[in-house]
């Protein structure tokens, strides 16, 4: 069974950083793909960003590219968010999720159905 685990949130004023971490067990690590999401209560689940099974390769929604970066250390089981230049709007439950694919059409990596192993979230809020 495959158990992602995330952690690194918490409170921040507007322009601050955090990084947040994604831990797997019960996993070959890199044989999936990672993502990051967020949710904000009575909105659908937004993808944020994407990183193929070694990385390189990293894809970011357009709402934090520039501010954010995702990367992943194999040898520890861990991927990772940083997260800069923090808005209020980013405020969220952040979500990492597994998939063994990367499809051609982005439009399916950015789609939440088609991930799967979610971890319990973690919280991030922005404050101004």
């Known amino acids: 069974q495959v158990h992602l685990v995330e952690s690194g949130g918490g409170l921040v004023q507007a322009g601050g950083s955090l990084r947040l971490s994604c831990v797997a067990s019960?996993?070959?690590?890199?044989?999936?793909?990672i993502g990051w999401f967020r949710q904000v209560p009575g909105k659908e689940r937004e993808f944020v960003a994407g990183?193929?099974?070694?990385?390189?390769?990293?894809y970011y929604a357009d709402s934090v590219k520039g501010r954010v970066t995702i990367s992943r250390d194999n040898g520890k089981n861990a991927a990772y968010l940083q997260m800069n230049s923090l808005q209020v709007e980013d405020t969220a439950v952040y979500y990492c999720?597994?998939?063994?694919?990367?499809?051609?059409?982005?439009?399916?990596?950015?789609?939440?159905?088609?991930?799967?192993?979610w971890g319990q979230g973690t919280q991030v809020t922005v404050s101004s």
């Open positions: 999720a597994r998939r063994r694919d990367w499809p051609p059409d982005n439009f399916y990596l950015r789609a939440p159905g088609s991930w799967a192993g």
């Open positions: 019960g996993v070959t690590f890199s044989e999936y793909v």
């Open positions: 990183i193929q099974w070694t990385g390189p390769v990293t």
